[in-house]
């Protein structure tokens, strides 16, 4: 990298003195030290600095990484084994059966959706839970908080193959689980009971388990979900992307622009709570401190007649990297908000996850941890009982897809 000193520095002037004004003698790299920026995987280069007819070589000052409590999913070097908290958590759900629902058969494939609840490990083996930002082009719910999901292609499609595909299609993570990178393995866990979308499609929740040792062997054969898969699932005809996947060793998210705002993740087991559980470590002085504002707020409502617990969560996002779609055009960044856009004014640095995904969420953590929410809840799980009705009723006939239609 060459230096090039700026041109308001008057070089031929005699007065002229290097930032250190201490320094005397030759010039050394104290005097012109490079800042130090956010943590890269790339390691530190010697650096070549040419200035005043001398060149001098040193290497960059140590990056700092600004998250360092940070978890991502992409990243094996970030998480821990399951600690006895989750791997009990993990065991409740492989051992879940939701009632039958033999209504999802006969829903025409346009009101047929399911979304995909990816959890990992953190550094400290708790669960965390994998959530996006849809796009502000999307006609429904654009800017909100969503799993990875949307609507089926086919009558063949099983919940877990269409919440694969779509986080494919949005977030990059491979439907074949053959095309998953060493040392990560994908886990699907269980079904939970079906929700009601705004947009009145029945979507599906399915909970996966993101391994992250090369140690986990035979997942499917202990899932609840094994005898319906029977296999990975494997692209259907038709529906395969133009490119076969590829990751070069990680799952660093390629994010799709027209869907997807941003990635992010949660402590799971923070949605049966009022307040922030897991505050940044005292032991990682450089975490950043929490944001100011609540974590959670409620409310009832009334939906086709039932009673429905709304609720708000403001998910801290000051302590991680929240990864940004990559723009390869002014007219696809022109569609996509801003940073700040996506979050709540009255809680800066924080994403609000609310609605049908904040109740999956609030459902699924009741079963991983048998524990009940410390907050007013629906005791039931999601809406089947108000999608019965509302079939008889004639109202879930087939929908009309439109070119950009998620969910």
């Not at 008057?10 to 002229?16: A, F, K, R, T």
Request: charged share 20%.
């Amino acid at each position: 990298m060459m230096y090039t000193p700026p041109v308001s520095q008057d070089l031929d002037n005699d007065n002229y003195q290097p930032e250190n004004p201490a320094a005397t003698g030759p010039i050394t790299p104290e005097d012109f030290r490079l800042p130090s920026v956010i943590s890269s995987p790339i390691p530190a280069q010697p650096v070549q600095l040419s200035l005043l007819g001398t060149t001098i070589y040193f290497q960059e000052e140590q990056q700092i990484n600004p998250f360092p409590d940070a978890s991502y999913y992409w990243d094996a070097s970030t998480m821990a084994p399951l600690n006895p908290t989750s791997v009990a958590a993990i065991a409740r759900l492989r051992a879940y059966k939701p009632p039958p629902f033999p209504l999802w058969d006969r829903l025409p494939v346009s009101r047929r959706a399911a979304v995909l609840m990816l959890l990992y490990a953190d550094k400290k083996g708790d669960l965390r839970v994998v959530i996006t930002m849809r796009a502000a082009s999307l006609r429904s719910f654009s800017g909100h908080a969503a799993l990875p999901g949307g609507k089926a292609d086919s009558e063949d499609e099983t919940p877990y193959q269409i919440a694969r595909r779509e986080a494919w299609e949005e977030i990059g993570l491979p439907m074949d689980d053959s095309k998953i990178p060493a040392p990560f393995a994908i886990e699907p866990l269980c079904y939970l009971p079906c929700s009601l979308a705004r947009t009145e499609l029945v979507v599906r929740p399915c909970i996966a388990l993101l391994h992250s040792t090369a140690a986990a062997s035979n997942l499917s054969s202990s899932s609840s979900l094994s005898s319906e898969l029977g296999s990975p699932p494997s692209p259907l005809p038709g529906t395969e992307p133009a490119s076969e996947p590829t990751v070069e060793g990680t799952l660093i998210p390629r994010l799709d622009a027209k869907e997807v705002a941003a990635v992010f993740s949660a402590p799971f087991h923070n949605f049966l709570k009022r307040t922030d559980e897991s505050p940044p470590s005292v032991s990682s002085p450089r975490s950043p401190a929490p944001p100011q504002g609540e974590w959670y707020t409620g409310n009832w409502t009334e939906w086709n007649n039932h009673p429905w617990r709304l609720h708000f969560f403001y998910v801290p996002v000051t302590d991680q990297h929240v990864s940004k779609p990559a723009f390869s055009s002014s007219t696809a960044a022109e569609s996509m908000p801003a940073g700040d856009e996506l979050e709540v004014d009255q809680h800066p640095g924080r994403y609000k996850v609310w609605g049908m995904t904040a109740r999956m969420l609030v459902d699924a953590a009741r079963v991983a941890y048998g524990e009940e929410p410390e907050f007013e809840h629906n005791q039931h799980f999601g809406d089947e009982e108000m999608i019965e009705e509302l079939e008889k009723m004639g109202r879930l006939t087939p929908k009309k897809r439109k070119r950009d239609d998620k969910m």
